[in-house]
């Protein structure tokens, strides 16, 4: 079987793990720090505040910006549900845009009509690694005094007009689990240029504390491990060559799929780097289910990202989340993930090419 994802964990990673264990140093400390240095470096951003996962992360960020009950904050409703959630927990509600499908991160041009008095930020996902339109996202914000928080849990390294993906709204989360661009096992980042976001996530992550024991607000442990970032800063270092070979992997993909009927490849716009945490072809939706099956059955993995948009999940429908968004609802019914990690080695790739081909000619 190729998988869909398949994180790289080498030697380098364990002895470090191990060095972290003998060191004493098992939950936060100087590890942590590291990272956090090394990723606001790369981030090109002034600082990064780790925490337990990505979805600890943009809980974090969204609080440290002010945001609580009687706030909405706009985002797209094709992402996982972890962006939506962490809207919700902050007693906000998140209002969701369709989106653009050629790229499927929101589309622009329908966030203003979204915007209301109550609007405090906009949370755009650069979704499968593919930036999301921060030009125009920005430009809304400011207009409307709006803050941004990027979702860039599927992102790492990606760019924007040769921005790092990351530094292009007033705060952004990744997230580090074990299928992403780099991993920590679980983890997050939270990464911005505003020293007191930074100051009060900081806080946040750990019960409120302006020091120790002294509690200032209510905040939560969301703390990461010296364990996890110990692999994160050797992941850090391998993830420019992770996402070269991502990068390659779907060069290949696309070069090939280009030439078949009915599998439409995904699209890179120009000014972009995408980082293609998934690899996302479209078929049509009375042919999905059985292209995955051929796939599944000759040794192929696959994944759907995402079977349905966020207000359509049962939590959303209870909670009166009633919308309709054509476009993501579209998408939810005729994507398919197909392997793009790093991991994949030219007979993968080949074995791959050769499966969709036949699929195309055979049952499509
Ligand atoms: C777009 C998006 N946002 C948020 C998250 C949450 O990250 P985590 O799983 O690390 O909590 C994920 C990843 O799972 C994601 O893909």
Redesign the pocket.
Same mark, same amino acid.
């Given at each position: 079987m190729i998988p869909i994802a398949n994180p790289i964990i080498e030697d380098e990673e364990i002895n470090e793990v191990i060095k972290v264990l003998k060191s004493g140093f098992i939950a936060q400390g100087p590890k942590v720090a590291e990272f956090e240095e090394k990723f606001a470096e790369f981030v090109k951003t002034k600082y990064a505040i780790a925490t337990s /996962? %990505?979805? !600890?992360a &943009?809980h974090v960020a969204l609080l440290s910006a002010g945001i609580g009950p009687g706030d909405e904050v706009i985002t797209t409703p094709f !992402? +996982?549900a972890?962006?939506a959630n962490s809207v919700l927990y902050t007693g906000a509600s998140p209002v969701f845009v369709d989106i653009d499908p050629e790229t499927y991160n929101i589309d622009p041009e329908q966030i203003e009509e979204a915007v209301t008095d109550n609007t405090k930020a906009i949370m755009p996902?650069h &979704?499968y690694g593919h930036p999301a339109e921060m030009g125009s996202v920005s430009k809304i914000a400011k207009d409307h005094d709006l803050i941004v928080i990027e979702?860039a849990?599927?992102a790492h390294g990606a760019m924007y007009k040769g921005k790092m993906v990351g530094s292009l709204g007033d705060m952004a989360?990744f /997230? +580090?689990?074990p299928t992403?661009n780099m991993t920590t096992s679980? %983890? %997050?980042m939270i990464t911005t240029q505003n020293k007191k976001s930074c100051e009060d996530s900081r806080s946040l992550r750990a019960h409120g504390e302006s020091s120790r024991y002294e509690h200032v607000t209510l905040g939560y442990n969301f703390r990461m491990t010296d364990i996890s970032a110990a692999i994160g800063i050797i992941q850090l270092k391998k993830l420019n060559e992770f996402n070269n070979r991502r990068i390659s992997n779907a060069k290949y993909l696309t070069e090939n799929i280009n030439q078949m009927q009915l599998i439409k490849p995904p699209l890179v716009r120009k000014d972009v780097k995408h980082v293609f945490h998934q690899y996302t072809i479209r078929v049509d939706k009375s042919k999905r289910d059985k292209l995955i099956k051929f796939l599944n059955d000759n040794g192929i993995g696959t994944g759907i990202h995402y079977p349905k948009p966020i207000y359509q999940q049962e939590l959303y429908q209870k909670l009166g989340y009633y919308y309709s968004c054509p476009e993501a609802e579209k998408a939810a019914d005729e994507v398919i993930s197909i392997p793009v990690h790093p991991g994949l080695n030219l007979n993968d790739l080949e074995i791959i090419v050769k499966t969709l081909d036949r699929a195309s000619k055979t049952i499509l």
């Open positions: /996962s %990505g979805t !600890t &943009l !992402t +996982f972890a962006t996902v &979704l979702d849990a599927q989360c /997230s +580090f689990y992403k679980e %983890g %997050g």
